[in-house]
């Protein structure tokens, strides 16, 4: 009995050491993007859904390997991939002539089209070629913007970040139409009553999985498990269930285009997305959202508090070079100033992550999120700083130096202390500015409180009141800041007019 409770423990624990060290398959997407390709679960905000996501888990069980999922944003998916920090993307990438050159594609996973959205009101608008002198919303860098920027006539295309931003504006009527792939307009524009599908599909397009080049086996290992899904009828399951099963996948695969299974997925995002919800059950889901949007809050408090920090290290240093310094480091940080504090920061995060790369200088994201933001704010603090030590009557330096003070001592003990409390209202006001900076940094991978928002916005459609939930959180996590500098402020104005006291 002992022998068979000692082989069983042997066994478990072989058993765990082996579910221990399976390999990851990190799958990079953009949950923004939301449905049907990925977004946050309604139910359980930490999980992902979505017809691709189903279709990862199910390629990774055939490899033996387990998910691990990596958020970017969808411009810099291609570039997060070849520089490593996942192996796949599966996020709606449409195969083309210019991408393939970059990266390699597995077999197409799916066949689909573009798709019209107008207002119900529009009769004017029934094609693509209506759209001569229109205004045209699109997804950014995506097949459909390629398609209206090919047109031998002339449409204003304006791009967006979010596919639900775009339909939202045509419904405002900022748009006359929205072209996009056909399964995000059978989620987004179909159910909506103020909005039509018309022209019927536009142009062709496929799926595939995106590798890095330079790793065969592996790229034949995806073709090898994504084509035995195709065959055991696994992904069209999986399409069914997301009412995505169509014409023009089942014609290259050689099945019927009538589904077989219920869309329940469909029917649940339905029900989610566009059903009407009391007010009390949206106070319920905010509460759910609190614990998320604090995890995000802290994250974004930890990088502010951070960048700021190097920020304020990298400004003084930059002030006193200016002021002070040889000619050549004076040269240095007018130079440093002028070109960080000239230039875009979301331009300096994407040089520092996936420009550095090329040259072989690679950062983790928020490593890389500490440095744009430290050394683009840095810039910044060293105008107020310098502002501040000016503003010092340069006579205090010189009767500090008379009383016999070097000019160290004099620096530290008369001038500083008197220029740190005319910076503190510019430098907060600079830290504030940072907190709120800092939600660019998703454009680098890193999941702050405003990429949270945009995840759970998309998924409940509700940009109004997570909106004003997610700036109350902003308000919270600010204010402690404008208070502590107020209070040091009077501290330092208050010990600098009360007079000493009378020696006896």
């Known amino acids: 009995m002992i022998k068979i409770f000692l082989i069983f423990i042997l066994l478990a624990s072989s058993s765990f050491a082996i579910a221990k060290d399976k390999p990851k398959l990190r799958w990079g997407a953009d949950v923004e993007s939301g449905a049907p390709y990925s977004y946050k679960s309604p139910e359980n905000p930490d999980l992902v859904i979505g017809f691709e996501a189903e279709i990862v888990e199910a390629l990774a069980k055939e490899l033996g390997m387990e998910v691990e999922f990596v958020q970017n944003s969808w411009d810099g998916l291609i570039e997060g991939l070849i520089r490593g920090d996942y192996d796949i993307v599966v996020n709606g990438v449409e195969i083309t002539a210019d991408r393939a050159q970059v990266v390699h594609f597995s077999q197409p996973y799916y066949y689909t089209s573009e798709s019209l959205a107008v207002r119900k009101s529009n009769t004017d608008i029934t094609s693509l070629h209506d759209l001569k002198g229109k205004r045209v919303g699109t997804l950014d860098a995506s097949l459909a913007q390629k398609i209206l920027n090919q047109q031998p006539f002339q449409i204003t295309t304006l791009g967006y970040d979010e596919e639900v931003l775009c339909y939202g504006d045509l419904i405002l009527g900022r748009l006359d139409a929205v072209l996009l792939d056909e399964p995000i307009a059978l989620y987004y524009a179909k159910p909506n009553v103020d909005l039509k599908l018309v022209g019927g599909p536009i142009g062709y397009m496929e799926y595939g999985i995106v590798t890095r080049f330079g790793n065969p086996e592996f790229d034949a290992r995806i073709k090898k498990a994504l084509d035995k899904l195709i065959q ?44 009407k919800r009391t007010l009390l059950e949206k106070i319920k889901n905010y509460i759910s959202f609190l614990p998320l949007l604090a995890k995000g ?83 910044c603090e060293a105008e107020n700083y310098r502002a501040g030590i000016l503003s010092i009557p340069k006579s205090q330096m010189d009767a500090s130096q008379a009383l016999g003070m070097n000019w160290f001592q004099s620096l530290r003990h008369v001038i500083l202390p008197q220029a740190i409390r005319v910076v503190i209202p510019p430098v907060t006001n600079d830290f504030i500015a940072l907190l709120k900076d800092s939600s660019l940094v998703s454009v680098i991978s890193m999941v702050e409180l405003t990429t949270i928002y945009g995840q759970l916005a998309s998924t409940y459609f509700d940009y109004l009141g997570l909106g004003i939930l997610t700036a109350c959180v902003y308000f919270v996590i600010g204010l402690p800041f404008v208070r502590l500098s107020r209070y040091f402020e009077t501290q330092l104005t208050t010990s600098r007019s009360t007079p000493p006291k009378a020696v006896k």
């Not at 090329?358 to 704010?377: E, K, M």
């Open 232 to 275: 055991d009828g696994s992904i069209q399951k999986i399409l069914e269930r997301w009412n995505l099963w169509n014409t023009s996948t089942a014609k290259v695969w050689g099945q019927s285009p009538v589904p077989q299974t219920r869309p329940e997925a469909y029917e649940k995002y339905l029900e989610t997305a566009w059903g």
């Open 297 to 379: 809050a802290v994250m974004t408090l930890e990088l502010s508090i951070i960048s700021m920090a190097l920020a304020m290290f990298l400004g003084l240093c930059a002030a006193l070079s200016r002021l002070y310094g040889p000619a050549p480091l004076r040269w240095l940080s007018v130079t440093y100033v002028e070109v960080f504090r000239g230039t875009p920061l979301l331009i300096q995060l994407y040089l520092i992550f996936y420009g550095l790369p090329h040259v072989g200088i690679s950062f983790d994201p928020f490593v890389a999120a500490v440095l744009g933001l430290g050394l683009n704010y840095g810039a």
